[in-house]
């Protein structure tokens, strides 16, 4: 299993050979010190690696129906954290 480095999916890629710019850099550098709000969530639900696994399977497979046992697996434990919390 792979682990993203705490990066997710939905984030801006950069575009290979472009030419940095100045403002561009600057820019990129202010984002790689504030948190993905949606990272640090995950991070904090206790299922981490279940969401990465998920990923994981999703690229491989590029279909949904193929990645139901980690689409289960990961809501259960979202499910059982969100109990947690309400106790």
Do not use: T
Not at 3 to 31: A, C, L, T, W
Not at 38 to 43: C, E, G, T, V, W
């Amino acid at each position: 299993m792979s682990h993203h480095g705490g990066k997710s999916f939905h984030g801006n890629r950069k575009r290979e050979n472009e030419p940095p710019q100045k403002d561009k850099v600057e820019e990129d550098e202010d984002e790689e010190e504030e948190e993905d709000p949606f990272d640090s969530r995950i991070q904090k639900s206790g299922c981490a690696d279940l969401h990465y696994a998920l990923l994981d399977c999703f690229q491989e497979y590029k279909d949904w129906r193929k990645c139901q046992d980690h689409v289960k697996a990961f809501k259960e434990c979202i499910d059982q954290q969100n109990k947690q919390k309400k106790s």
